[in-house]
């Protein structure tokens, strides 16, 4: 079993990221926020390193809608924490309504860096749903 996998928790920011630091390859730390009052993404922080999560550890889920999600618009349901990454497709406190572009620009760079590196390193992304 693998410990606080995908679970919603308050942390103390310390101890994660001194954790994140120590610990074992093998997988990612997830931990998401609550969803706001809403139904929408707040948050998440993750202890991530680069090259490929093990497949035991993704989530291979159907992706849920966020609020906000409109395909006719062009927008894409986005995780917070990629699923590459060990983010779950599943949970509605990983994805976010993103316009198509923002997510496969920023987005996939950001990704993309994150899994060159060879190094762990703690995250923290939070979400912006001005206007929606």
Same mark, same amino acid.
């Given at each position: 079993m693998i410990p606080f996998k995908n679970q919603i928790l308050e942390v103390d920011k310390e101890k994660q990221r001194d954790r994140c630091m120590n610990a074992p390859g093998g997988y990612n730390e997830i931990f998401y926020h609550a969803l706001d009052k809403n139904g929408r993404a707040t948050g998440a922080e993750a202890c991530l390193? !680069?090259?490929p999560v093990a497949e035991?550890?993704?989530d291979n889920g159907t992706r849920v809608a966020p609020p906000g999600y409109d395909s006719d618009k062009?927008?894409?349901k986005s995780h917070l924490i990629a699923r590459r990454f060990g983010g779950s497709n599943e949970a509605r406190e990983n994805m976010v309504a993103l316009y198509s572009r923002a997510n496969?620009? !920023?987005m996939k760079k950001f990704e993309n860096a994150v899994a060159q590196g060879s190094e762990r390193r703690p995250f923290r992304l939070l979400p912006s749903s001005a206007g929606v």
């Open positions: 390193r !680069g090259g035991e550890y993704l062009g927008m894409h496969l620009s !920023g």
